[in-house]
């Protein structure tokens, strides 16, 4: 069974950045998409960033972070990132890695079956 297990979170002040990796214990490929969300208090978890796992490896990005982050995979160490720039208070929130169907570029929650427990990021002005 496939587990995926983030890290990388933390404090950093407006502008800043940070670097989220997530591990995935197990293989992947039956997965077309591999993606980030986030949850703030009191809101939707929304969509962030997705990348499609097989060749070409096409990337998605929500409109709020478009030009700040940058979603990558390294298929050797079977691990994502998603790097962090220019980082806003509004960024703060909880970050999942999570894996999905054909379908994931829509940075959807219900296009996606597997998810992470999820690493904290908290953006000070």
């Known amino acids: 069974q496939v587990e995926l297990v983030e890290s990388g979170g933390g404090s950093v002040q407006a502008g800043g950045s940070l670097r989220l990796s997530c591990a995935a214990s197990g293989y992947t490929y039956r997965y077309y998409y591999m993606g980030w969300f986030r949850q703030a208090p009191g809101k939707e978890r929304e969509g962030v960033a997705s990348i499609y796992t097989g060749a070409g490896g096409s990337t998605y990005y929500a409109d709020s972070v478009k030009g700040r982050f940058t979603i990558s995979r390294d298929n050797a160490k079977n691990t994502l990132y998603l790097q962090m720039n220019s980082l806003k208070p509004e960024d703060t929130a909880m970050y999942y890695c999570?894996?999905?169907?054909?379908?994931?570029?829509?940075?959807?929650?219900?296009?996606?079956?597997?998810w992470g427990q999820g690493t904290q990021v908290t953006v000070s002005s």
């Open positions: 999570a894996a999905g169907g054909w379908a994931g570029y829509r940075l959807n929650a219900e296009q996606y079956s597997l």
